[in-house]
């Protein structure tokens, strides 16, 4: 009678697509390795099993015992956590850590730039920490995210530029610069309340969001996080058909349409939001269910 590690070595085998032999053989390491977006540099299958178990942060003493097994059945697994209550949406950690880079480059560059409010240009408001816009958050909201995280005399310079766009924020930035967020101050009120409230944005406007990998969940809500959720007019027709692309899970189809987007921008002037894009429809289309526990975070 086959052991049980046999038994869940051939459904490993079967659910990636090679021979079921129960033994983690070259053929099996490669198609795991080739998942993880690894490659196979030799033919030894004692450095493939070791270059797997590292893949997977396990010991990689080359024995893949029960430990190496319940990592890769967690790195294959076809469904993700269920949400709990308050939450919206599983994203990959490596997602997250791009819609930061995305809006703020480093911690370094950070403290460089955005420690005071900017104003970002065209119909932008206010920005402080991690992309908040204050041009577009109410009294209540601005003291709920940031009453606990800055003094009372910054809070009310915040919020006396609140609802202000355009050439009215431009305006009105002068005073407001005094204020300083030290980058973990923005940190928190990015893991806190600006990333749980845009994923349930991403969630209302893309029905089914939640069932996609968590790459593509995270490259959505980093769209929507840039974009908004408004999908009126010819400048949003692609978010528009991103709607039904999501609900029929096509991946291929949505990051057509992320690159579509690059149309709107002057790669001279807005090359940075044409790399985005560019980057958020990869993350899109090279999505898959193949992650690890550890590299998930529900929110």
Sequence with gaps: MPSSLTTRINNIQSSIGVTQSGVFDNATCIELLSRGGKTANTTDLKTLIKMVQRMVNTDDDGVPGSETVTKIEALIAPVLPKPPAGASMVLSKKSIDALIAFEVTSKAFYEQKYQSPIWPGGESGVTIGIGYDL?????????????????????????????????????????????????????????????????????????????????????????????????????????????????????????????????????????????????????????????????????
Excluded at 207 to 229: E, F, H, I, M
Excluded at 243 to 252: Q, W
């Design 135 to 299: 041009g577009f958050y109410t009294t209540k909201q601005i003291t709920e995210t940031w009453g606990p995280l800055v003094s009372a005399s910054d809070l009310q310079l915040l919020i006396s530029v609140k609802g202000k766009t355009g050439l009215n924020a431009k305006a009105a930035l002068p005073p407001v610069k005094q204020v300083k967020i030290p980058f973990d101050t923005a940190i928190r009120a990015f893991h806190f309340f600006t990333l749980p409230e845009f994923a349930g944005k991403t969630k209302r406007r893309y029905p089914g969001v939640q069932k996609l990998p968590p790459d593509a969940q995270g490259a959505l809500v980093s769209l929507v996080y840039n974009r908004g959720t408004s999908i009126e007019g010819d400048r949003r027709r692609e978010m528009k058909n991103i709607i039904n692309l999501v609900a029929a899970e096509n991946l291929n189809g949505i990051a057509t349409q992320i690159r579509n987007m690059k149309r709107l921008w002057d790669p001279q002037k807005q090359g940075g939001l044409i790399t985005r894009r560019e980057k958020e429809a990869q993350m899109v289309e090279n999505a898959s269910f193949n992650i690890l526990p550890e590299d998930q975070v529900i929110v």
